[in-house]
């Protein structure tokens, strides 16, 4: 089991940044593949961002690469994202989600129906 809780949400101006956590319980959470998803309202959610157990492969989705970066410390079992140069379409309620790996210490997953673990979510908005 892992529990994972999200912070680093808030209200900011276009062009501006946040660094969203995700702190996850559990021995075994380098072994966890970890991505971020959102939903903005009325809209279906939306993957983000992966990254591999090793931290050594990563993926985004188009809108966000050059602006979001994905990173994880296995130490304090938590991975982080990064985001830049905000937009107004950016705003959504993020959530952090974890899968645990038992192949390939590089694989990661886009789908949401591959994790198994989300969080509560946490809120961004960007103000123009």
């Known amino acids: 089991q892992v529990q994972l809780v999200e912070s680093g949400g808030g209200l900011v101006q276009v062009g501006g940044s946040l660094r969203l956590s995700c702190a996850a319980s559990g021995r075994t959470f380098a072994t966890y593949c970890m991505g971020w998803f959102r939903q903005a309202p009325g809209k279906e959610r939306e993957f983000v961002a992966t990254i591999s157990w090793s931290g050594g492969s990563t993926y985004y989705t188009d809108s966000v690469k050059g602006r979001f970066t994905i990173s994880r410390d296995n130490a304090k079992n938590t991975v982080h994202l990064q985001m830049n140069s905000l937009k107004p379409e950016d705003t959504a309620v993020y959530y952090c989600?974890?899968?645990?790996?038992?192949?390939?210490?590089?694989?990661?997953?886009?789908?949401?129906?591959?994790?198994?673990?989300w969080g509560q979510g946490t809120q961004v908005t960007v103000s123009s």
């Open positions: 989600a974890a899968r645990r790996v038992y192949s390939s210490p590089d694989h990661y997953y886009t789908e949401g129906t591959s994790y198994n673990y």
